[in-house]
C-alpha cells in the first residue's frame, strides 16, 4: 500500500451532531445544505462539496452512500460545475437535491442557482434553479438548465417526495415573502404545478409526512447565522398549514442548526423522523457540522431534543427503526 494513501477508518457507532463526520477515507464529509435519499438498500447524501482544494472556477457536489446511516462511503464528486449560466465568478449553487425517477430510470438533481444580476447589489439577485441529470445515482450529473420555477424568485431549495412517490420542490420566494410548494412533472425534469404557497418567510424547507399529517420544517432568512427553526402541519399539502411554531427551545437557535431535510426511516418495529441540519461555519465554510437528530412528532407535534440538551451521540437500527443513545 501507499504510504501517501490515508489508512480506511474505523467503523463509526454513533452519529455525533456537532463533530467532525469523517468519511471511508477519514476525510470530514462534505456535503453541506443536503439531504438523503433512499435508492435500493441503500442511502445517499448529497451536498455542497466546499472542499479546500476544489477548483475555485467549479462548485462541486460530493455523493456518499450508506447502510446504517453512520458510516458514510464517498462516491465522488457528482457534479463539477463551472458557471453554466454565464453569471460572473462569484456564481453560487448551493442545497443539492436528487430525485430519482420511476418514469425514466435516471436521476434528476435540483439545486440553488445564483449570484449577482448586473448592476444588482445582492449576490443573490439571479434566484434561478438548476437542474442537472444523470444515468446512475452516483453516477456523473450534466447540466440540463435553470429556470425560475413557477415564474418566481427561488432561493433555498428543499425536497419532498410522498409515501406515493410524488415528487415536490419547495422553494423560497422573497419578493412574495413565503415559500412554494411545487408539484415536478413524471419525469422530475420541469415543475408542473403550484400545489401550496404558504406566507411564512422560511427557507431551508424540508417535509415529512407522519401518521396522515405533513410536517414542514424551515428556517427564518438570517443568512449562516443560526435562528429558531419552525415547523407548521396541514392535513394535505395544500393547506390550510397552521401558523409557524418552535421545535427547539428558541434559546438555542436550534442547538445552531439551520434545517435542510427531514428523513423518515420506517422500520418493522417503528418509524423515525429525523432532522438534518447543517451547523454552518460562516468564516470556514468547509468545516461546517451537521445536526442529525430524532424527532419526537406526533399528534401534529414536533420536538427536537424538548429538554433543551445539546443534542448527543445517537444511532438507528435501518431494519427496526429503533433509536438508541450513546
Ligand atoms: C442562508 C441559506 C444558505 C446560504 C446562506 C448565504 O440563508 O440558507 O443556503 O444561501 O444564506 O448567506
Known sequence: MSASRPSPAAPRRFIEPGQLWPDDRGVHIQAHGGAVVRHGDAWFWFGEDRSRDNDPARRCIACYVSRDLVNWTFRGQVLRLADPENIGPEWILERPKVYPCAQTGKFVMYFHLDGRLPGHWSRYSVARVGVAIADAIDGEYRFVRSFRPLGQESRDIGQFIDDDGEAYLIFESRPTKGFFIARLTPDRLDVAEQVAFVAAPIEGGAIVRHDGLYYCIGSHLTGWWPNANKFLTAE????????????????????????????KIVGTKQTAVIYLGDIWRPYDLPDSRYLWHPLEIGGGQLHLEPRGWMPGPWSIDVQTGEVAYA
Do not use: M, V
Open 236 to 263: 394535505r399539502l395544500a393547506g390550510p398549514w397552521s401558523e409557524p411554531r418552535d421545535f427547539a427551545p428558541p434559546e438555542t437557535a436550534t442547538f445552531g442548526s439551520q434545517s435542510t431535510n427531514l428523513l
